[in-house]
Structures are given as C-alpha cells and as structure tokens.
C-alpha cells in the first residue's frame, strides 16, 4: 500500500500570511498513463470534504487562485498564498493513482 | 447541479447488517466510477470501496472484504454499499464520491454529505 504522510499535523497561521502543507507517498504516483493522480481536499468543521487541487496542480472549479499545488513523483505541496478565516479546517493529500487509495493524516489550519 | 445524497445511515448492533445508499442526480451516473469513503469519529479519510461505471471493476480495502459490497443500478442512478458482518470499528461517517471517468481512479471530485453508522450493543 502508499503511505501518505503529511507535515506538518497542525498549522497555525496569522490571517493573511501564507501557509504550506507537505505531503510524502511512500512511492511514486506516477499513474502507467502519465498521471500523476494526487489530490488536496479541505475539510471544513462539519463539513463533508471538498475537492481543491486534482493531478498535483490543477484547481477544481471554484477553488479560489490563493490556493495552489505542486510536486513531482513523491512529494507534494500545497500552498496557501494568504490565509482567511474560511481557510480554517483540515487538508488531506489523497492518492488515488493506486488501489487501495490512501490519504495523508491531515493537517490542522487554525489561526493564531 | 451536481448532487450525491447518501442515506440508510443507522444504529446497528455488532454482528448486524446495513444498505447504504447514494443517490446521484445532475449527471450522466453511468459515465462515471464511484467510490466509499468513511470517517470515524475525530479521525482522518479512509477509502472502503470503488466500482466502475458499468457496475464491473470492484475494489476494497483489506478491512472490508468479504463484509461489504459495492453495487450500482444505473437505471435508478444509485450507488449502494452492503454491509454485514458489522464490527464497532466499522462506526462511521460514509461519504460517496464520484469519480471523473467511467473507469476508477483518476480522482475524485464530487462529493455527498455523508451517513453516520453507528455499531453499537
């Protein structure tokens, strides 16, 4: 199975100030395709979770352009340029390049 | 619009069984694989089960073989996942979610609201 392992488990940031998650696969996601099928989700207190960044860097439709991903092979970052109160909640980096899929622990964004 | 509803959520004892259901709407259900995901309690995303668009192409996690199955009926756009053999660590939020392409897993993008199973004496 992937390991995905996400740092760091928490995240307080400053309203406005930047944020940055990693995420590590214990293997490359690189898809037989070309793909590399990885995945940021946030999960809002409450909420079911939501698709923000599909195949390392794409934007799902709606996703404001303060959120942004990037990596290669096994490891992945998203970035949060400025940070909002509505930002707060937790993000998952999902693979689904590979069953079984996996997902990271999560990370935590809170604000200070 | 884009919509997954699940439902069939409830209190089951251990031991016991469970249909749940994801009723899908806005789309074109047959195009597209689905998958199960569940949340426990104050935990993180774990993957239970995907199915193809043809209703052909099943996986599960290693947990869930041989006690849960993934169907679909195309012609009433749902999705279903029967449970048996039902264990307390099987207590859960579960969460549909669609898949951008008839064969799984080139991502995920929608998904519902979720049904909280509760396995409990």
């Known amino acids: 199975d992937i390991v995905m392992t996400q740092t760091p488990l928490s995240s307080p940031v400053t309203l406005g100030q930047p944020a940055s998650i990693s995420c590590r696969s214990s293997?490359?996601?690189?898809?037989?395709?070309?793909?590399?099928?990885l995945s940021w989700l946030q999960q809002r207190p409450g909420q079911p979770p939501r698709v923000l960044i599909y195949?390392?860097?794409n934007r799902f439709s709606g996703v404001p352009d303060r959120f942004s991903g990037s990596g290669a092979g096994t490891d992945f970052t998203l970035k949060i340029s400025r940070v909002e109160a509505e930002d707060v909640g937790v993000y998952y980096c999902?693979?689904?390049?590979?069953?079984?899929?996996?997902f990271g622990g999560g990370t935590k964004v809170e604000i200070k | 619009e884009v919509h997954l509803l699940e439902s069939g959520g409830g209190l089951v004892q251990p031991g016991g069984s469970l249909r749940l259901s994801c009723a899908a709407s806005?789309?074109?259900?047959?195009?597209?694989?689905m998958i199960w995901v569940r949340q426990a309690p104050g935990k993180g995303l774990e993957w239970v089960s995907a199915?193809?668009?043809?209703?052909?192409?099943?996986n599960y996690a290693d947990s869930m073989k041989g006690r849960f199955t993934i169907s679909r009926d195309n012609s009433k756009n749902i999705l279903y996942l029967q449970m048996n053999s039902l264990r307390l660590e099987d207590t859960a939020v579960y969460f549909c979610?669609?898949?951008?392409?008839?064969?799984?897993?080139?991502?995920?993008?929608?998904w519902g609201q979720g049904t909280t199973v509760t396995v409990s004496s």
């Open positions: 806005g789309f074109t259900f047959a195009n597209y694989a």
């Open positions: 195949k390392i860097s």
């Open positions: 293997q490359s996601l690189v898809h037989s395709n070309g793909n590399t099928y």
């Open positions: 999902m693979q689904t390049t590979q069953f079984p899929l996996t």
């Open positions: 199915i193809g668009g043809r209703g052909t192409g099943t």
């Open positions: 979610a669609r898949v951008p392409g008839i064969d799984c897993c080139g991502g995920v993008d929608v």
